[in-house]
């Protein structure tokens, strides 16, 4: 396995974090980078191991990419992870992949395309979706959003902090001088860094944080028909339980999100939960369940900022 | 400079010390003569502007008369005149920066994805006017801006306003084609007395229906001259229900969705509105009423 040489900058470094994963799935999300039609000696490979119980160094061969290196990063966490996949990289552009993404395979070559045509453009992605290990149940749909499945039906971009526009963490694409800040950021302000999910956590605000420092700069994020990834989803995720544990921290780390970023976060009033908790009653018993575990997040969130924990 | 330009002032019964300035505003442009066209569209004036404007300075300069009064109109018929690839809108009371050609020329050329833009519009009153006005100077159409903005979709902060908007070829001829189509959306801007405002937003949306992008951009500077009798409470207070208005209208033609607040919401926020200081609380009934208007409107015939 070759280190990229010093001073060598590629196109694009593709950063996989991981905490041991299921082997099934990262090699699938490894296959898909060999298939990748942008010549392997344009990017780089880096395969961050944030602490695995058995190293993955050991267990999954990169050598057949010319710039492709094992890097471990002990510090448990997701944020932790990204920012030594930063430090490590080399690349002008920097593309996450989680270890459940398959990219499709013009991913990495469309996607310094898009880059190249819109210098403006600080943080990009796509459209992301579902491979099922086995049928899901039919309300699935309505938490397609927490499963990080997004349809991009059109070409949408702004240098404005707006989630619509925001690429989510699946094959995001930054540019370097993005990252970096980014990667500053997160170490002056660790209230940044409780925006990831750390181990026996679900999900956080972490991508949106990474994709909104393109705005800090001043350049675009947006989400791109042409960027298609699947995101591989074990049965275990589509239990309503694991669903609604997941709904909960996330509305928990979207407020969170929002305190850090906005001047006026919209903190619910306490009469406001008890009318949401009230009308509530009113939905279908998934949807009930899933708006209660939001409720409560958002509650746990209220409390936390009151009692000044977001500062 | 690559492209032409082609500036269209539209005006009806200016104020004939505003149009001066304005004139001048486009006479002291630092970007070549040949680089831009200048078209007057005269909105039945009952003096001809003719009569008063001194136009000889600028060789590609010419006056339109159209008859038909209202903005989108005199709008219309300048995108249907001009020849330039970039169409800049330019009112009678609205005086452009000298480098506003030239960086719009800029910009043209550094955002292909964006088709519509516009920039920071500062206010200069003939009056000093009272400390309240100031919280209410967007609907003077006074618009700060603090950095560069822009948007693939309609977001607030993005959308350029009328005083200095900039749309390319494509995006006025696709408005042209879409109020052929739909000619109620004529009714959006002002005519006569009636104070319609969002005929320039659905100009700019226009880009966005062929999946370009709109902004601002700092580069970008006018000034917006504003008279004693737009500084009246009565005034705002007209302005900011046409305002509410015809936004709800614009957004039911363009088949947006809507908010149709119930009764009871309605109450609310008439009692809320009731708590606030004199000159607040009539301007948010008007928005109130205004709103409402929009809701109950059921197009022109």
Redesign the interface.
């Known amino acids: 396995m070759s280190q990229t040489a010093p001073g060598h900058a590629v196109d694009i470094s593709v950063l996989v974090c991981t905490r041991n994963p299921r082997p099934r799935h990262l090699e699938r999300a490894i296959e898909a980078l060999r298939a990748q039609t942008l010549a392997p000696k344009s990017w780089e490979l880096l395969l961050v191991d944030n602490g695995s119980d058995a190293p993955l160094a050991a267990r999954f061969d990169l050598s057949w990419h010319p710039h492709a290196r094992h890097v471990r990063e002990d510090d448990a966490g997701l944020v932790p992870a990204r920012v030594c996949g930063i430090r490590e990289s080399s690349g002008k552009s920097l593309v996450f992949v989680d270890d459940d993404n398959v990219l499709n395979r013009d991913y990495l070559e469309r996607a310094l395309q898009i880059g190249a045509e819109?210098p403006?453009l600080g943080a990009w992605g796509g459209a992301v979706v579902g491979e099922f290990e086995e049928t899901p149940p039919d309300w699935i749909h309505d938490v397609r959003g927490l499963l990080s499945l997004r349809e991009v039906p059109?070409?949408?971009?702004?240098?404005?902090p707006?989630l619509?526009?925001a690429p989510c963490g699946v094959g995001l694409v930054v540019r370097r001088r993005v990252a970096l800040a980014y990667a500053d950021g997160v170490s002056t302000r660790p209230l940044r860094r409780r925006l990831g999910p750390r181990p026996g956590e679900l999900t956080g605000h972490d991508d949106f944080d990474l994709a909104f420092s393109a705005c800090d700069l001043?350049l675009?994020m947006?989400r791109f028909t042409a960027l298609v990834a699947t995101h591989l989803i074990p049965p275990e995720r589509t239990d309503l339980a694991y669903l609604e544990r997941m709904q909960e921290c996330t509305a928990y780390s979207e407020l969170l999100f929002w305190s850090i970023r906005s001047k006026r976060p919209p903190i619910p009033s306490r009469l406001r939960l008890f009318i949401d908790h009230i009308r509530s009653l009113g939905l279908s018993r998934v949807r009930r369940r899933l708006r209660r575990a939001e409720l409560a997040g958002l509650k746990m969130a209220r409390r936390d900022f009151v009692q000044g924990r977001f500062e | 400079m690559s492209r032409l330009q082609s500036v269209i002032l539209c005006t009806k019964d200016p104020r004939p010390h505003h149009m001066r300035r304005t004139i001048e505003g486009l006479r002291t442009q630092i970007a070549p003569k040949d680089s831009w066209e200048l078209i007057l569209i005269d909105n039945a004036s009952h003096t001809p502007v003719a009569e008063f404007c001194d136009l000889s300075w600028h060789s590609g300069a010419r006056v339109v008369q159209e008859g038909t009064v209202g903005l989108t109109n005199a709008r219309l018929r300048g995108i249907v005149e001009a020849r330039g690839e970039i169409l800049v809108f330019v009112d009678d009371d609205t005086v452009l920066a000298p480098d506003f050609l030239v960086e719009t020329a800029r910009i043209a050329d550094a955002w292909p994805t964006i088709g519509a833009w516009g920039g920071r519009v500062r206010g200069e009153y003939d009056h000093n006017p009272e400390t309240w006005v100031h919280r209410y100077q967007s609907l003077l159409t006074i618009r700060e801006l603090d950095r560069d903005r822009w948007s693939s979709f309609p977001t607030p902060g993005a959308i350029p306003c009328g005083a200095g908007l900039c749309v390319r070829r494509a995006v006025g001829q696709a408005y042209l084609a879409a109020l052929e189509a739909q000619p109620s959306r004529r009714l959006l801007d002002r005519r006569g007395t009636l104070l319609g405002s969002c005929g320039d937003l659905d100009l700019a949306f226009c880009a966005v229906d062929l999946e370009l992008g709109i902004g601002r951009f700092l580069a970008l500077e006018v000034v917006h001259l504003i008279p004693r009798s737009r500084t009246t409470l009565t005034y705002l207070e007209k302005a900011q229900e046409w305002n509410a208005f015809s936004e709800v209208v614009l957004r039911r033609a363009r088949g947006w969705t809507v908010d149709r607040p119930s009764r009871a919401r309605r109450m609310i926020e008439y009692a809320r509105a009731m708590r606030l200081p004199a000159i607040d609380r009539r301007m948010r009934i008007a928005w109130l009423r205004g709103q409402q208007g929009g809701l109950d409107y059921r197009g022109p015939h």
């Open positions: 819109q403006h059109q070409n949408r971009w702004t240098n404005l707006v619509k526009a001043g675009g947006g």
